[in-house]
């Protein structure tokens, strides 16, 4: 069992939900990326997405661009958020994280040399956002020989054959894209967002993260309500942007936003 | 080492998937997959539909004023002193540009599939103004992306979008260039996605834009190569196009592809010099990769990163270039080369001196490598330099560079 089933396992048997939180590696520094990975678990969070910065990030509205383009600033690249891994794991050896990236500096690194430096470091799983299952034939196999999961998006857009599909090519979970946009755009129609969630778990055993749009308590609960966990982005990322001249304050900040995000997902009646 | 073409090989590319050998593909969020694959459906059934084809025929004949002449180019031949140049003259075309051709097939494709908001992105503004004009004509609701330091360098053109009823979106973030117009244009894309179709510009991002862009061009080689055995008796010996995504080279190549008399020379924009590190040529000094939907030769840093770009034309002022190209390269069948900008300057001078024809400076870039290439062939022998668009737009560049106030 991957670190991350047995996490989304471990949970699903207590009925609780997981709290997923991402960042942009590097942001606002390479030095403050694993203190800031600790504040995260000790905030009550359950698996830790880390954004490998990207020069052309398409898929991302302005504050997780603009996020990308503070650590690229500092010099942060692929191979260096792989030994931030490594040196979280030196005290953490339960928290699974997960790698969200465009593909280009994971085919530059050459997908052997990452798959092995992944695995050595001691992450848990790979999304990458613009290769889709059909296009990840080189990549997924090297990634599962090492024990890596792949995790792939769904969207509003995608058909019931391809869900199928997709799920047959992910592990661990799979990463539900709640809006039609980029990262920290509309806000969501929680109805709706169920309505499909519930669809998609009745066409895959996996479970189900919910990401975009997701920037509060109240909107953590909504959604926490019908997934199996809810993955917040650019609210976090903005937070961290908010208090870049201020690192003392960032961890309280930090607990702020997550804390009542946690109790809220606790407090959701058990299914 | 050149490998032979045939027409079977040529008609399994791209294959299924939308590859060009190890090149090209569909490198997209999921969101927009469904949208891409009905895209593709779509177009496969209207390329076999002779209403379609009926219908693109008629307005490039009478909407762009196709065929676009071959123009012997009889006093450059004897002062260049080699082979004969030949100019295939798409700068003749409304709007002054091969970009025409590719948006009102686009938007044909957009009127059938029923959506009513188009968007595009652009570099020099040519792309956009050819969009914008279909969308006068459609009534369709166009909006244009274009990095703010292109909306400096082409005023003109952001003025006739504007003129057309276009919104023009101006991109400040990364490179304030075609790329980051681009990476805009996707983003809006996705957000929109049930409404709008997205004209891309060139032979590049996900399958099946690189093919669909490249039949809607291909009618510039189509032309080229009736013209050629009707005017000179005979194929020509080489071809001359700019590269920047490398949609009007792609164009005058493919139909040729197969005839190995025919040399094709695709020119890169080679910016300060290769040496320097600031130009605008993947495929000369780049590696594969994945970028805005395709795997392709991109100028990228060792960790991944795409790099910044350098030209005196901002139609070629892309990191990346079309997926067909790349494997065009690695076949060995298209050489590709580049000049500087300074050469690229001075065939702009060359041939509104000596012709009367004022090329943009993306074609400069092809006007300056035939010359050269020309220069070193015999007097029988015959090169087609592809002018794919008017120099117009650039007169502000060129007076800047002279130090003259306009």
């Known amino acids: 069992m991957s670190r991350i089933e047995g996490v989304l396992t471990a949970l699903k048997q207590q009925g609780k939900k997981a709290l997923i939180p991402f960042i942009t590696a590097g942001d606002p520094h390479p030095d403050q990326t694993v203190d800031i990975m600790h504040t995260l678990v000790d905030a009550g969070c359950d698996i830790i997405e880390l954004g490998i910065p990207f020069s052309d990030p398409m898929a991302d509205g302005p504050v997780i661009q603009l996020a990308s383009e503070r650590a690229l600033e500092h010099g942060t690249t692929l191979k260096r958020v792989i030994e931030m891994v490594k040196t979280f794991r030196e005290s953490n050896s339960t928290t699974p994280v997960v790698f969200m990236s465009y593909l280009n500096p994971i085919e530059t690194m050459g997908f052997e040399a990452f798959a092995d430096a992944a695995a050595d470091a001691g992450l848990d799983g790979v999304l990458i956002v613009d290769l889709p299952p059909e296009e990840a034939g080189d990549v997924s196999p090297l990634l599962a020989a090492r024990q890596l999961d792949s995790i792939f998006l769904l969207a509003p857009t995608t058909s019931d054959e391809r869900i199928r599909a997709i799920s047959t090519h992910s592990s661990g979970y799979v990463y539900y894209v709640s809006i039609k946009g980029v990262t920290g755009s509309a806000s969501i129609n929680v109805d709706e967002v169920a309505d499909k969630v519930r669809h998609i778990q009745e066409l895959t055993a996996l479970p189900v993260g919910v990401g975009f749009g997701i920037r509060d308590a109240k909107t953590a609960a909504a959604v926490g309500q019908v997934s199996d966990g809810v993955i917040v982005g650019s609210v976090l990322v903005d937070t961290i942007a908010r208090n870049q001249t201020q690192p003392d304050q960032l961890k309280a900040a930090l607990q702020g936003l997550l804390s009542p995000m946690r109790e809220a997902l606790d407090a959701l009646p058990a299914e | ?406």
């Open chain 2, 1 to 406: 080492m050149s490998t032979k073409l045939t027409e079977d090989m040529l008609k399994a590319m791209p294959d299924s998937r939308g590859h060009f050998g190890a090149y090209g593909g569909r490198f997209v969020s999921e969101t927009l997959m469904g949208t891409m694959l009905e895209l593709e459906q779509q177009y496969l059934k209207l390329k076999a539909d002779p209403d379609f084809q009926a219908q693109f025929d008629y307005d490039l004949a009478h909407y762009v004023g196709r065929p676009s002449p071959l123009y012997f180019a009889e006093r450059l031949s004897r002062e260049t002193g080699g082979a004969q140049i030949w100019l295939k003259r798409e700068d003749l075309n409304h709007t002054g540009a091969h970009k025409v051709n590719n948006t009102i097939g686009q938007a044909l494709l957009a009127s059938f599939l029923g959506k009513k908001r188009i968007i595009a992105e652009t570099g020099a503004g040519q792309h956009g103004v050819a969009t914008a004009t279909v969308c006068a004509r459609l009534g369709l609701e166009c909006h244009i992306y274009m990095g703010a330091d292109d909306i400096k360098r082409q005023t003109l053109n952001v003025y006739r979008m504007k003129l057309l009823g276009a919104t023009v979106h101006s991109v400040e973030s990364g490179s304030r260039t075609l790329k980051d117009a681009m990476n805009e244009a996707m983003r809006d894309w996705v957000t929109n996605v049930d409404d709008t179709f997205y004209i891309i510009g060139t032979v590049a991002g996900p399958h099946p834009y690189p093919m669909l862009v490249r039949d809607f061009q291909a009618v510039i080689g189509r032309e080229a190569r009736a013209q050629s055995l009707e005017q000179a008796g005979k194929l020509p010996d080489a071809l001359v196009a700019c590269v920047g995504g490398g949609s009007n080279a792609i164009g005058l190549f493919h139909p040729f592809l197969t005839d190995e008399s025919v040399a094709m020379y695709g020119v890169e924009a080679g910016g300060h010099g290769i040496d320097t590190g600031e130009h605008a040529a993947p495929l000369a000094a780049g590696r594969p990769g994945v970028l805005h939907g395709n795997r392709t030769y991109l100028m990228s840093d060792e960790s991944g990163q795409i790099s910044a770009t350098h030209s005196v034309s901002a139609g070629l002022d892309y990191p990346g270039v079309g997926p067909e190209h790349s494997w065009l390269k690695d076949l060995g069948r298209v050489h590709y080369v580049s000049v500087t900008d300074d050469e690229a300057l001075a065939g702009f001078r060359t041939l509104t001196s000596v012709e009367g024809i004022m090329p943009a400076l993306e074609s400069a870039h092809a006007v300056a490598y035939g010359v050269k290439l020309a220069a070193g062939m015999d007097a029988e022998q015959m090169v087609v330099v592809n002018v794919s668009g008017r120099g117009d737009k650039d007169i502000h560049t060129i007076a800047q560079l002279d130090g003259i106030e306009i």
